[in-house]
């Protein structure tokens, strides 16, 4: 850890154990928000500046509730409101805990992740689209690689988020541009007061070891809350080599990784209108990156390191709230392997927003603003060993109660400039509730996405001449929610009782995708607009509980998606791929999770099915489909008056051979344990 860090680590120790004596604050959200059906709130107005409760939170003398849920369409800030959301918190991101998202976005939700190995890059994509079109959104703020435009969903530990929304179809937030979705990283804030301390533990069987320490403290109008892990992993895992023709079980010895991070977060509540959130985030990884299966050699060393500094303010003015964001983003990259040497990156991202959300009606909430974000970015593969990029958005927003209680209409329209070149981008969403707990959803939405520095400056190869993919999304959903949002209600004893069930159709069309491919008469390859992608498809969602007389309950959660994604323009006169599926892509996936409680006792298992994936483009080879099971159990008591959680789960339960990208198989069976111990204030 360099001096720099470690200066900033004493001044956020120093402001943890400071406490500022003032009212308490009020437990509700600032930030106006609607259900993800298109409901219109302001809670701010109603009940004052304040925070969001989290969803960890407890009481001193109970034990900690599990909490499983993945609950569908409930609360997101207006710019999610009209789209389909799927939102993870509480214990199901704890399980995950220090690991990367990838593998719980992945059995939890209908987000498509690409994994090339335990621990190795993890990139998500919704519905058939490149990687590149999934935006993730740290509390606002894109945490979008400039250089390559996806994001390692591996390099982002579930311990460091409270709280994930998956938003579905593409279009504009908060003037930042999705082409296909969005994936909100949020950090809330909890309702108790006082000093909070969680130590956990973890270990699995790969030679995977892990500690984190969260420190939390909350007291008038100061809050301030510190994480740390430490975690090594040796990743030496059993595998299938399905190279060979008599598919004999091998050890990964080369997979390892090393990884620290740190998270601190203060918030400064300033009279009953204004407040200040500061986080600054610092994280380095050493992955040791094994050869694919078909190579001997060429083991891969990469190292990435990041510090990303934000700050928020947050005004109330009567039926306004003002908004101002600013973040640095410094973040660097080298990878080594016996072929191709070195390769080191540095990319330096500055972003700015201003937004007002103003309701002149219980009826209708209003929305303007400006974002603007600079990069910088220096790797000698690029054209001139460095590129800058400005890009400029304007954007507006109506959220309009045209019935009350039936029918909301929403608009929102962004006006980008990337380099000087603009795009329109306006969408538009209808939400209908014909009846109680029962409603209708559609939406439009246009979307861009721009090339890449990678894809018009990268040396050899770059293509400056690229235009930007453009596009239009639809989709239309019809739902029975019977909590409307909120958890079920755990008292009801039923034999059957269905919350929610949902059945969503959609259809894109993307023209001038971008796709590398080999350049004429040269060993290397370069990206060019040849590709007209289309996707149309069904997702249904299910969710039910089952509650008997006595503490024994079951809930279970029932998923599947299906999705063509074609390519529907030939890229040259040989090229066989139009009305192909995409390479990649299933047509099929599936899951199921249940969670059975009896007292402090808790069962879960999660299935997942995913159906065969063409790796060529005429669709002449394939990876064949696979089943996925992992199961285990998590007990809580008290140990001297202190919550603990201890969780035992086996993954691969049925002992799988698979492969989500060619050549890079995953474990089979192994097992992980994890606990974690509470101490909180005790009740006066």
């Known amino acids: 850890m360099s001096r720099r860090h470690l200066a900033i680590v004493c001044f956020s120790l120093v402001g943890l154990w400071s406490p500022l004596g003032a009212s308490p604050a009020q437990e509700h959200g600032l930030e106006p928000f609607g259900d993800a059906r298109g409901g219109i709130g302001f809670p701010a107005q109603e009940h004052g500046l304040g925070s969001c409760p989290a969803a960890e939170a407890s009481d001193a003398d109970t034990l900690i509730v599990l909490d499983e849920w993945v609950v569908t369409a409930s609360g997101p800030r207006p710019s999610e409101a009209g789209y389909s959301v799927e939102m993870l918190s509480g214990r199901l991101l704890g399980s995950g805990w220090t690991e990367g998202l990838g593998r719980l976005l992945s059995m939890h939700t209908g987000l498509l992740v690409r994994e090339y190995g335990a621990g190795m890059l993890a990139t998500g994509s919704y519905r058939g689209s490149p990687a590149g079109h999934t935006r993730i959104l740290w509390n606002g703020f894109t945490l979008q690689n400039p250089m390559s435009g996806s994001t390692d969903l591996s390099l982002i530990p579930a311990f460091f988020t409270d709280e994930v929304a998956l938003q579905y179809g593409g279009g504009g937030t908060h003037g930042i541009p999705s082409g296909a979705g969005a994936i909100h990283l949020r950090n809330t804030t909890p309702t108790h007061s006082g000093l909070h301390l969680r130590a956990g533990l973890h270990g699995a069987d790969l030679g995977d070891f892990a500690q984190s320490l969260q420190a939390s403290y909350k007291s008038g109008r100061l809050f301030s809350r510190l994480r740390v892990f430490n975690r090594q992993a040796a990743n030496r895992y059993s595998f299938m080599n399905t190279a060979l023709g008599d598919r004999p079980v091998h050890t990964q010895e080369s997979a390892g990784l090393d990884q620290q991070g740190i998270l601190h977060e203060t918030q400064f509540q300033i ?245 590398w491919v080999p350049a004429a008469g040269t060993m290397y390859w370069n990206p060019q607009n040849l590709m007209r992608v289309e996707s149309h498809g069904v997702e249904t969602r299910m969710e039910a509980r089952t509650s008997f007389s006595g503490p024994f309950s079951l809930h279970w959660r029932v998923r599947y998606d299906y999705n063509i994604a074609r390519n529907t323009k030939a890229t040259s006169t040989n090229d066989a791929s139009p009305g192909r599926q995409l390479i990649y892509v299933p047509k099929h996936r599936a899951g199921i999770h249940l969670v059975a409680a009896y007292g402090h006792l808790v069962l879960f298992a999660d299935h997942q099915y995913t159906g065969r994936r063409y790796t060529s483009r005429d669709n002449s080879h394939w990876l064949e489909g696979f089943h996925n099971t992992d199961a285990g159990l998590a007990w809580q008591w008290q140990m001297a008056g202190y919550p603990v959680d201890l969780r035992i789960t086996a993954h691969n339960l049925l002992n799988q051979a698979y492969e989500l990208m060619p050549g890079r198989p995953m474990p089979l069976r192994h097992y992980r344990a994890t606990i974690h111990i509470d101490i909180i204030p005790k009740k006066s």
Do not use: C
């Not at 603003?369 to 593969?381: F, L, T």
């Not at 409603?439 to 890449?452: E, G, L």
């Open 271 to 515: 009279r009953d209108v204004h407040r200040l959130d500061i986080r600054w985030w610092w994280q380095e990884s050493t992955r040791h990156i094994p050869p694919p299966l078909m190579q001997a050699y060429n083991k891969g060393v990469q190292e990435d390191d990041a510090l990303r500094l934000t700050a928020q303010w947050q005004s109330q003015l009567g039926n306004s709230l003002l908004r101002w964001q600013a973040g640095y983003f410094d973040e660097g990259l080298l990878y080594a392997d016996s072929l191709n040497g070195e390769s080191r990156s540095q990319t330096l991202s500055v972003q700015h927003r201003g937004e007002l959300t103003h309701a002149p009606s219980p009826n209708v909430l209003l929305g303007a603003g400006i974002h603007h974000q600079w990069v910088r970015a220096r790797a000698k593969e690029l054209i001139q060993n460095e590129r800058q990029q400005h890009i400029l958005s304007a954007f507006a927003t109506i959220r309009w109660e045209a019935i009350p209680q039936h029918l909301h209409i929403l608009l929102d329209g962004q006006q980008e400039f990337t380099d000087g070149k603009g795009a329109f981008l306006p969408s538009m969403g209808l939400l209908y509730e014909p009846a109680n707990h029962y409603y209708i959803h559609a939406r439009v939405a246009r979307v861009f996405r721009s090339p890449t520095l990678n894809d018009r400056y990268w040396q050899p190869g770059g293509n400056p001449g690229l235009k930007a993919e453009r596009g239009w999304r639809q989709e239309v959903s019809l739902g029975h929610d019977r909590q409307m949002g909120q958890k079920p209600d755990t008292g009801t004893k039923r034999f059957l009782s269905l919350h929610k069930l949902s059945l969503t159709a959609f259809h894109s069309q993307i023209n001038d995708q971008i796709i």
